[in-house]
């Protein structure tokens, strides 16, 4: 029962097609002005609707995403002091066990294990814009002989880890 359809695209504010608006006309005719007019204005409403929403939509996200950088940055804070507290606790009972080597190993791994935890909550605390950023050089060939190290302690006694670290190798990382 179409005789006649007119569109008119809907755009953003940008000129990007968002979709199309039509008229139509049960009967074979050419538009008059005021339909053609009143067609150009309600596409740009219904553009200007559809902007608003989207806009809205990225502000939710936007809000969305700042909250989870705001809990992260809580959580990791809180963490930073209960690993102050392992820490510190670690460093006092090496004084406990001075005579058994592998007790204070076995310190040694918690200090190590809490003193990266306490670099994984600053990288947080980064991410979030709670703290700076700061880039430094890391001897990778360091890095790979203490996971190593971590590793044996984890194994089980028949196994055997070996390594071949072929000289030193640095980058600059956070």
Known sequence: GV????????????????????????????PERYQMDGLAIAARMVGLALERDRYKAKLYQAAKLESLGLLAAGLAHDFNNLMAVVL????????????????????????????????????????????????EALDCEEIVLEVVELMEV?????????????????IRAD
């Open 154 to 170: 984890m194994i089980p006694k028949k196994l055997r880890v070996d390594c071949d670290v072929n000289g030193p190798f640095a």
């Open 88 to 135: 510190g606790n670690a460093e006092l009972a090496m004084d406990f066990v001075a005579d058994s080597a592998e007790g204070k190993q076995m310190l040694e791994h918690v200090v190590s294990a809490a003193e990266s935890a306490t670099d994984l909550c600053q990288q947080i605390l980064t991410y979030a814009g709670k703290a700076r950023l700061s880039t």
């Open 3 to 30: 005789g006649a359809c007119w569109s008119q695209p809907i755009l953003s504010s940008g000129g990007d097609v968002l979709g199309a608006m039509a008229l139509y006309a049960d009967r074979a005719c050419e």
